[in-house]
């Protein structure tokens, strides 16, 4: 007795056809169950150290990235006192190294296509060391602008090369983790500016300097380095030049026989070759991505994710740092600034668990976990600002002082009203039982309005110690708050579950997701998004505070940090211990909401019907079953379903 049951997959033409006996059939079946897989994950080998150098030299791309976001802010404080900045310029001199990245992050997809990943990441490395020098010896304002857009450029450009490059050169068992390091490495790159801030910050005249000029060295460091590395081989083969893909190739993995893996490279570029011109798709790279179904669900996630990412707020929560750790009763500014690099460390050795856990759960599991967990913290930080609102000290103490400006500061009945504020700030003194007692919000200096205020009890003498013997206090942008510990919480939980998963998982799985004719533009555009979206929210993030109120602000984030967990739940596939050429099958069936499955399910290869591990993915190729017209029993139809 003999059955014939056919399977069709959406998305594709491929067909699994089996006609053989029942017994036979029943032992395939249960054979390709266990294997999950017609290739069997290779056992773990031991990887060359050129793969290691690779990644190391690489990932300086990235602590560059990490090492520019995380000193600006120490930075500043010095360079508007020396070039007497207004809020302007502030705003200017920081947002213009966003929008040159965002820009050339974009366009750094055609010059990756053009030139190949090599020649783009000695471009990014030789810009920014160009930026940082001219950073560093900066006579004017203007010159100094200058150099925070070139140094912008050439962090857009290696934003969306490195995780690429990496994600290329490496085998399928060890990719997400390489990559996770790019991002280990802008986490190290923050935690190593926080340290250079601390260390600085004593030179008050020539300390900026050596802060932003200092970032020169290792992109020095990965320019020389790179002159030796080579090309990616993928990069090799879409351009014809499939001797030299092979001999990297070779060099990459350890091993003279790397047959099997270059021709699936090689294979899977031709198919999409024959495809693209038997569909009469044409025109700018972009445009085919968007009118080719696979490729346009793959952007939609990838841009999705990098989205995500900043929505939920980690700006803003870097941002509030130094006021959280100020709300804990820490009045010196030089140990804020530590306390804000251990801070930085604590994100840092939480990325380090994440390189850790990628190849372990997997990346749909990470970013999911991670995502759930910033919104909890993001909840606990709203609820600490709405209790520190809500018992904020009230002002009990109106100096007479003459002005406009006094008057107006002066007509707030509380320490929260007076924070939010720019002009005004909190001047307090601590009674016996170490509660706020005789609060007045007074103007602040205009040279020094994080310190001190313009006139009365806070202002600012020769003679620092005036102020610790009249047992006085100036809180500028945050109130003294019994709840500051809810807040620590906050901000230390918000690191803890970030840093491991959405912090390293967008460029990870955005590094993998698209076919090879697509990665690079798709690439940019992800990482485009995440420039513009990085933008979009410190622009707004002041403007949100006064509308909606700090705790409101935080509730904002946190419900979008929501509709992150569901975006991850219904969309994102898992692409761990795949070839890069099989995930692109994942996006060939129409995405569905809803995930979870155990069961093992198909892709579509190179025209081969393959079974996959039963890892849960909702961008799978959905499959139906054609009864056959023969009888059959139900138990058989049971094991094919599973």
């Known amino acids: 007795m003999s059955r014939e049951h056919s399977f069709e997959m959406k998305g594709t033409s491929a067909n699994f056809v089996m006609d053989r006996p029942e017994n036979d059939e029943r032992q395939l079946i249960n054979q390709s169950a266990g294997d999950r897989g017609s290739a069997p994950r290779p056992p773990p080998r031991k990887a060359p150290v050129i793969l290691y150098v690779l990644t190391l030299l690489a990932a300086i791309g990235g602590f560059l990235f990490g090492y520019d976001t995380g000193v600006v802010s120490g930075a500043m404080i010095l360079i508007r006192e020396d070039f007497k900045l207004s809020t302007v310029w502030q705003e200017a001199i920081v947002s213009v190294t966003i929008g040159a990245a965002a820009l050339f ?36 304002k203007v010159l100094l602008l200058v150099g925070r857009i070139v140094v912008g450029i050439g962090i857009g450009l290696a934003s969306m090369t490195v995780p690429m490059y ?71 083969v879409q351009h014809g030049d499939n001797l030299m893909a092979k001999m990297v190739l070779k060099r990459m993995r350890g091993l003279d026989n790397v047959d099997e893996e270059f021709e699936q490279i090689k294979q899977s570029f031709e198919e999409e070759q024959r495809e693209r011109k038997e569909s009469g798709v044409s025109g700018p790279v972009v445009l085919r991505m968007l009118q080719h179904p696979p490729t346009r669900r793959a952007l939609f996630v990838g841009c999705g994710l990098q989205m995500f990412q900043q929505i939920a707020g980690i700006n803003t929560v870097m941002y509030y740092s ?32 994440g390189v850790y856990l990628v190849e372990k759960v997997g990346r749909r599991v990470l970013a999911l976990g991670s995502m759930a967990g910033v919104f909890l913290s993001l909840l606990v930080l709203a609820i600490a600002f709405w209790f520190s609102a809500q018992y904020s000290p009230p002002i009990t103490y109106l100096p007479a002082h003459g002005g406009n400006v006094s008057q107006h500061c002066n007509s707030y009945k509380t320490c929260n009203q007076c924070a939010l ?84 998982m967008p460029w990870t799985i955005n590094s993998e997701i698209y076919p090879l004719w697509a990665r690079s533009t798709g690439n940019a555009c992800s990482a485009a998004t995440n420039w513009v979206f990085n933008l979009l929210v410190s622009m707004t993030f002041l403007t949100l505070t006064e509308t909606l109120t700090r705790p409101g602000t935080f509730f904002m984030y946190s419900g979008l940090a929501l509709l992150g967990v569901l975006f991850i739940w219904a969309f994102v596939p898992e692409t761990r211990g795949k070839r890069l050429e099989e995930i692109q099958a994942i996006f060939e069936g129409p995405c569905v909401m809803g995930c979870g499955g155990s069961g093992s399910h198909y892709t579509h290869v190179s025209g081969e019907v393959r079974v996959q591990s039963p890892e849960p993915s909702v961008c799978t190729p959905i499959l139906e079953e054609r009864r056959p017209e023969v009888e059959s029993d139900s138990s058989d139809v049971e094991e094919y379903s599973r």
């Open 421 to 504: 504020d720019d002009e005004c700030g909190y001047c307090f003194s601590l009674d016996s039982n170490n509660s706020v007692a005789n609060g007045s919000c007074v103007p602040t200096d205009a040279g020094r309005w994080d310190t001190f205020a313009r006139t009365g009890r806070c202002a600012y003498t020769n003679d620092t110690t005036d102020h610790q013997a009249a047992g006085v206090s100036w809180a500028f942008n945050y109130c003294p708050s019994s709840y500051s510990w809810l807040a620590i919480l906050g901000l230390v939980l918000y690191l803890m579950f970030f840093a491991p998963g959405m912090g390293p």
């Open 322 to 353: 130094a006021s959280i750790i100020k709300m804990a009763g820490v009045q010196d500014d030089s140990m804020a600034i530590w306390l804000a690099a251990v801070t930085a460390f604590v994100n840092f050795l939480f990325t380090a668990v």
């Open 166 to 236: 990496i994600a290329e050169a490496a085998p399928p068992e060890m990719r997400g983790r390489l990559v996770t390091i790019n991002n280990m490495f802008i986490t190290g790159g923050q935690f190593v500016a926080s340290v250079i801030d601390g260390a600085f910050s004593y030179n008050k005249q020539d300390g900026w300097r050596y802060m932003l000029g200092l970032a020169g060295v290792p992109s020095l460091v990965q320019f020389v380095g790179f002159l030796f590395l080579p090309e990616s081989p993928r990069w090799l």
């Open 105 to 140: 992050a974009l366009l750094g997809g055609l010059l990756n296509d053009a030139f190949g990943r090599k020649p783009v990441i000695l471009l990014a490395s030789f810009v920014f060391t160009a930026g940082a020098v001219v950073m560093g010896a900066a006579q004017s």
